[in-house]
């Protein structure tokens, strides 16, 4: 089935509408453009005064054309625009590249005619791209649908790469930079307003397309949860690396890109969720992202994390071993059989890992080539970096260094390898054709290493798990924030332990309660209008005797009636005391553009000082709740520390993993939960406090 965008992206006739004899002009620059790179479809200049544009016949409307268009290009003013887009649509063209500017990203009376394109797309099933955007192309076809001067930067043939970006400044910023690093692409995207076609429909066509192996995109907002969630799975299904550079991390970035292209920003930490979720690796610089992309075009990666360093530099195996630390890599030591036999080789080496082969091997490459298959063929090692600055381009060690490398591939084709090197482009070109990258910072070879490792880990693992099935959980439409008893009912019915409690009503039966609770207890005002309770005074702790018990529950009922006069008082909450274990905090926010998330972290400072949290977009399954406890920085507390006994994570796992599902089957009703603390013990966990939010409510 072919997909609603080929005729977009790879059409076999376009009009330009709006077209221009100058090749400089905007409405001349896709002809000049297709004209140099051989275009070979039907090329239909449109403009009422011109005979002739640039060689080719020229036609008053885009109604005079005499056969089919797969893509207009629209290079008109913003008043005339959407009524050309009409004209398309009543010709049957299939597709549209929307340059014009001056709508949603300008006034409410652009975002209203902008709201007429989006009708026009969906009506008659045209698609579009644009307004705002610098266009598209595809090199391969030679297929410039736009005005950018990016396609002067091509130096190399087309590649895997497929690049969309929202900005399409950026978006040409990014092939440029690309080109001179040495990433092949293809394929490239610009959507600005995204009327219809958005960032999230065009990773999907690139997840479909063979042509396309690695997926580089850039966003300052989502408006379409179930799309991008959609385009992301298929990339990784398809096992096709996606680099994400999303901006608007800051309120004066979500600002600003939401005057630049209209775009709910949404909370940063969501977007982190959501591309932990699908696998995806975010970029925080435009070095980084075209990084990742070069290191993925060549289509190998690692096993897992054991790392091998080779170096001619003591100095650079350290700072490549700081930098394989720093990313998560294991920079496992060489056997210790082996660690000898290159001592006899080279009796100054260094050879724990990294091994550093030292300035000899400049006297005898083939020490170096020795080093390498040892360690290749005795040690366990799923990838491997090679440091050698400037010796594969000097005059005394090129040819010998290249014939090495030469060698090892042919012996090793599966390693995963990387050089750190310093050299011309035809120097390093031999050695990304033995598909080993190259970087001149060896810290940044083990960054890209380190992302390589990830999309290995991404694409093993493939789908998650299923979320399991809850008993019916539908929550009945709340009015007012749920509190921590009636609250803790609903997490109990879910499946999420709670601490053994019962709300009462007089002392006598806090003293009953007590006693079949059988040790020390903790007391609790309960009120839909005190949720706060520590700052009234209403939690008394480690009550153990009848007399206890008794005053503290005319203790908690006096301090609630003076603080909050006519607050509606339950009564007293009478729960277990738990001791022991680890605090940590689960949580539920529900995000304008993705729906209900569950944050995780560790409890007091942890979450209120460093905020060492994480998020998940709900619902997910146990293994995704695993991964989520491993990224939290205080994630040693729960493997025991100081004697402690490990806490039981699979209990807590669970426990996110039926809260996630819980939120999303109620996601039309909760603004926000928070369970906190959730105490985390040697066997099992506990949820002591609770509270639900439903949406409309103010607490």
Known sequence: MTHPLEPMLRPKSVAIIGASDTA????????HAMKAAGYKGNIYPVNPNYETIQGLPAYASI????????????????????????????????????????????SEDGAKAQREISEIARTSGMRIVGPNCLGVFNISAGWYGTFSNAPGALRHPPGPIGIVSQSGAYGAHVFTVSQLRGVGSNYWVTTGNESDVDVAEVIEYYAQNPEVKVVLAYAEGMKNADRICRALEM??????????????????????????TASLAGADAIYDALFKQYGVYRAETTEEFIDIAYACQFGKYPKGRKIDLQTISGGVGVQMA???????????????????????????AGVANPVDFTA???????LMEANIEMTIEEADFDSHIVYLAGVPASPFTKDACAQIFENIRAKYPDEVMMMSLIGPEDVVSIYEKLKMPCYEDPSLTVRAMAALTYFGEVFRRGRPEAPAKLPDSALPAPTKPIAEHEAKKVLASIGVPVTKEELVQTSADAVKVWRDIGGAVVMKIASPDILHKTEIGGVLLKLNSETEVAEGFDTLIERAKKAKPNAKIDGVIVAEMVSGGVETVMGVVCDPVFGPAVMFGLGGVFV?????????????GVDEAHRMIDEIQGRA???????????????LAEALSRLSVFAAENADKIETIDVNPFIVLPKGAVAVDALIVPKGSAV
């Open 637 to 651: 507390m729960l493997d025991g520390v100081r004697g402690a006994p490990p806490s039981d994570i699979d209990a």
């Open 24 to 31: 400089s002009r905007i409405g001349g620059r896709p002809i």
């Open 63 to 106: 109604k005079d054309v005499p056969t089919g268009v797969d893509c207009a290009v629209i290079a008109v003013a913003a008043k005339v625009a959407v009524q050309t887009l009409r004209d398309c649509a009543d010709q049957g063209v299939k597709s549209a590249v929307m340059f014009t500017s001056g709508f949603a990203e300008q």
């Open 360 to 366: 000899q091997a400049l006297n005898d490459p083939k």
């Open 608 to 620: 209120e000082v460093l905020k060492d949290v994480t998020f998940r977009l709900a619902p997910f």
């Open 322 to 348: 700081d930098a394989s630390v720093k990313y998560g890599l294991d920079v496992a030591p060489i056997p210790a059989a082996t660690q000898k036999k290159m001592k006899d080789l080279i009796p100054f």
């Open 235 to 260: 990339a990784r299904d398809a096992e096709k690396p996606v680099i994400f550079m999303k901006v608007g991390k800051t309120d004066a970035g979500a600002a600003a890109a939401a005057s630049h």
